[in-house]
């Protein structure tokens, strides 16, 4: 294991961890003793069924979705228990960083969307919730949140998916491919054979500068918006927001997130659960 | 001279080249003999004022703009004198790949939207053109187009910038980084001292691959409208029109012409010559 010191509770904030055992991934592959880290909120009731999910987006972890979770907000821990599962592959479950030889770093084996749905139900069962008030989530969180909703429908009552797609369109994997390019062109890189992944730091500044242009708008920019997030100029927000996201991060991971969120296709799923479960209705879409 | 058989009239079409003489950039270089390469529509009347001027976009050449000039058309020879002048870095008129030392290849100076504009003013006095109808073209073109208007009002009735900012915003900025390290961070590109362009493959592939991102909208994609342009895939279309386009060009031309389009700003020059010539209203913007 890398001792990457930013995929810790110091820097995330606590966590439990899940073991998944012998989870075999859909593309074949077995992670041995697999962990799957989470955080809740709120308690769960008797029947438990009020309980909400809220997967993460690419290179988030729970504590990035902590602010939308409190008292008088939609997802509002009096009233639910919330679920935050960290990703496969995101760096505190189990990820190419921190898993042991032979699917250790580079050799990590291709994780799915699927594959993390599939481990989240598994978690679920695991804390005894029996049904889901609402899946939600944004970016990559909406891709998990799609495919729950067609993978398990009959235990998701409302799904949010938003700013993402139920398959990976050819604009959005051009996009997954620039900024792969833009990490993955640095020799330093090195295939993925690195020896610490501050080494790839060009690279992961690079892909840094590609997120900052597609993931605010022109508008953003013209209307100096980052002045409102208590940056101090343009190259303040790209540093201190974007290069400071990314910067910290291995590669590897990235990487293995990315994979997944170009490949992401629930339509398959779709045409197989929906069709054998015809004419029922699936889960509501708010 | 390196013989890059791409910037070349076999390539591009046949066209003239003015003699610029020794050319003093905004920046204090001299280009020494410096050659401004150009074509021209149609016949200039014998009072000079029936011209329209055209500047091309980033990467492209007179070749690029031809489809838009012909009978019938805005831009119609059988009325108007139209003059297409290929930008300085281009490839075509003086360019790093085809300056002689000490100002050759990566040591050839930065230009300036402005010191493109002032060699079109004096390739439009050589040619006898005491007035332009019209000054038009996109992108880059217009940038060109908004300086022209600014730099010179008195000589210019109508400007028709398309697609194109007076001065570059911090978005756009960040667009040209993103291609620019696109480009640099093949180790091939080696600060600019490469042997041959095509050294550099792997960076102008990658390039093209953020031009194709940026260049065409989600909604392109989303329709597959690469099919009305011939193309039989995604993949084709990534290859056949912006990796082809990419590929046979020279980086250190890239490079020059992301240089000025970066720091285009008319603002500058907008202050000093309107506030000369106040009250007297400049240039119709259509």
Not at 59 to 85: C, N, R
Not at 98 to 116: C, Q
Not at 192 to 217: C, I, K
Request: charged share 20%; net charge negative; aromatic share 14%.
């Amino acid at each position: 294991m890398d001792a990457n010191a930013f995929y810790t509770a110091e820097q995330h904030g606590n966590f439990e961890v899940h073991d998944l055992g012998d989870f075999v991934l859909e593309g074949g592959a077995t992670l041995r003793d697999a962990k799957l880290a989470y955080t809740t909120y709120g308690e769960l009731n008797e029947r438990g069924d009020n309980a909400i999910l809220f997967p993460v987006m690419f290179s988030g972890t729970h504590a990035a979705m902590a602010p939308y979770v409190g008292e008088g907000l939609a997802l509002d821990p009096a009233q639910y228990f919330i679920v935050i599962p960290n990703q496969l592959g995101g760096g505190l479950s189990s990820s190419p960083h921190n898993y042991p030889a032979p699917y250790d770093a580079r050799y990590f084996p291709e994780v799915t969307i699927g594959d993390d749905v599939r481990a989240q139900h598994q978690l679920l069962a695991h804390l005894g919730v029996k049904h889901l008030e609402l899946v939600t989530g944004w970016s990559m969180g909406a891709q998990q949140t799609y495919e729950w909703a067609v993978r398990y429908p009959d235990m998701v009552e409302r799904a949010v998916p938003i700013g993402g797609t139920a398959k990976t369109t050819s604009h959005c994997a051009l996009y997954v491919d620039v900024f792969c390019e833009a990490l993955t062109s640095d020799p330093a890189w090195n295939g993925g054979d690195y020896h610490q992944s501050t080494d790839v730091e060009e690279g992961l500044r690079r892909m840094a500068h590609v997120f900052a242009m597609m993931g605010v708008s022109r508008e953003f920019y013209n209307e100096n918006m980052w002045q409102e997030f208590g940056f101090s100029s343009y190259d303040d927000f790209l540093k201190g927001l974007w290069e400071n996201w990314f910067l910290p991060m291995d590669p590897n991971n990235l990487l293995s997130m990315a994979k997944k969120w170009r490949t992401a296709d629930v339509v398959h799923i779709l045409a197989v659960t929906w069709l054998k479960r015809w004419p029922r209705l699936g889960p509501r879409f708010l």
